[in-house]
């Protein structure tokens, strides 16, 4: 995740602290060091809406064998142990979870930061409320269009509207909320006007992620956007998040799945602003790019353990069996072992990139789905040769 606010304005927002921190890239377990990572729990399979880029492939049925309400407190309780800063509760659609709520506020109570990734859909009056009452720390809200183009996405007549009122229903009660945006080739063109959308709508923060192939998105490899038009796209989101600032709106905005964002960022202002990206130049060191198995963790509905929510694929070791803290330092999975020292196992463009120590290889589900390989290039990085420092095939001095 770049938060696009930090390094252009130097803005600081609660995930700054986490992911600019000076023992972050440090870290081998965790967001920082002695803390473990954010983990998303996928609490429940089940979704109200059926959307085509889906990681998680749900629909709008019960799904045997989910964590009970019981089993999820105790998993909680390894959380807390384990130290870790956030949970993210998704899905599915965590809002579909009768208990969703019980588990937050037990989550707020064991020390650990609760935020929710939802549709938005099921947010009435009374939902947001109870999520302001009981401490939830941030709810993103996904759209993936304007109007009928959300609705196609998401496979619901109505859901634009449904989930735009869910954002002002927390907006009303005060629960900080934003804006999840998945780019893709089918929406690309409205990316101007989600940004218009958010500032018509005073909404305080948006996420625009980039595509992965996983899940239902797996069949999406061709439906991605070009590299030119990703490089277009940024140009557009910083153009945006300085006039936001220059005019005095407070807005974070993110980019989540390409640590090239950072790198593009870093050269942009090199350009235009040398002073300021000598500061980005430290804050992307700092982060240490790409952390997936290391900072950021995910929970299936089924209690197993996976390097992130987009390799459900790798699962290294289920919370009904051993402690989550305990699966996630056990670096016997061969998977997980290389995570957290991936360096000498990437190949191809990403093991030859001088910027190798601020993106850390960027995506390995994407150059999994592409190649076959989890360790070769990610597909999606869209810096150009001459700007990762190949010549004829060769690498230059790898920058500090």
């Known amino acids: 995740m770049i938060s696009v606010t930090k390094l252009l304005c130097d803005s600081h927002y609660f995930g700054d602290s986490l992911r600019y921190h000076h023992s972050s890239s440090q870290s081998r377990h965790g967001t920082t060091s002695g803390s473990g990572p954010v983990v998303v729990w996928n609490c429940t399979r089940t979704c109200n809406l059926h959307c085509i880029h889906c990681y ?31 949970i993210l509760f998704s899905g599915g659609e965590p ?12 989550a707020g109570k064991k020390g650990i930061r609760s935020t929710i990734s939802t549709n938005g859909t099921l947010i009435t009056p009374q939902v947001a409320r109870e999520l302001k009452e009981i401490g939830v720390g941030y709810v993103g809200i996904s759209l993936d269009g304007i109007g009928e183009n959300n609705d196609r996405f998401r496979g619901r007549k109505g859901a634009f509207e449904l989930a735009l009122r869910g954002i002002h229903n927390c907006l009303e009660v005060g629960q900080r909320v934003g804006l999840r945006f998945t780019i893709n080739r089918h929406n690309y063109a409205e990316l101007g006007a989600i940004l218009d959308l958010v500032e018509a709508e005073g909404i305080p923060r948006v996420c625009f992620y980039h595509l ?40 974070e905005i993110l980019t989540v799945d390409n640590h090239a964002d950072g790198v593009y960022t870093y050269l942009k202002l090199s350009r235009e602003n040398p002073a300021r990206a000598s500061q980005v130049l430290e804050l992307l060191r700092a982060n240490g ?10 929970v299936d509905w089924y209690g197993n353990v996976h390097p992130d929510q987009f390799t459900q694929n790798h699962t290294l070791g289920n919370v009904r069996e051993r402690p989550f803290g305990e699966i996630w330092t056990d670096t016997t999975h061969p998977i997980l072992a290389g995570l957290k020292d991936r360096k000498p196992l990437l190949k191809g463009r990403c093991r030859l990139c001088q910027w190798l120590d601020l993106c850390n290889g960027n995506f390995r589900a994407r150059a999994e789905a592409v190649s076959g390989d989890f360790w070769e290039s990610d597909p999606a990085c869209y810096l150009t040769d001459a700007e990762i420092g190949l010549e004829g095939g060769e690498s230059r001095a790898v920058s500090g």
């Open 289 to 298: 790019g790409n952390r997936t198995g290391i900072a950021i963790a995910e």
């Open 95 to 106: 809002l579909t979870r009768p208990d969703l709520l019980d588990l937050a506020a037990y």
């Open 56 to 86: 998680s492939d749900s629909e709008a049925k019960k799904y045997a064998g989910e964590l009970s309400t019981e089993e999820a407190k105790a998993f909680i309780d390894d959380l807390a142990a384990f130290k870790v800063p956030v």
């Open 212 to 251: 992965v192939y996983s899940g239902r998105g797996s069949a999406m490899v061709r439906e991605d956007i070009s590299h030119a038009e990703t490089r277009a796209a940024l140009d557009l989101i910083m153009e945006r998040t300085l006039d936001f600032h220059r005019r005095g709106l407070e807005k």
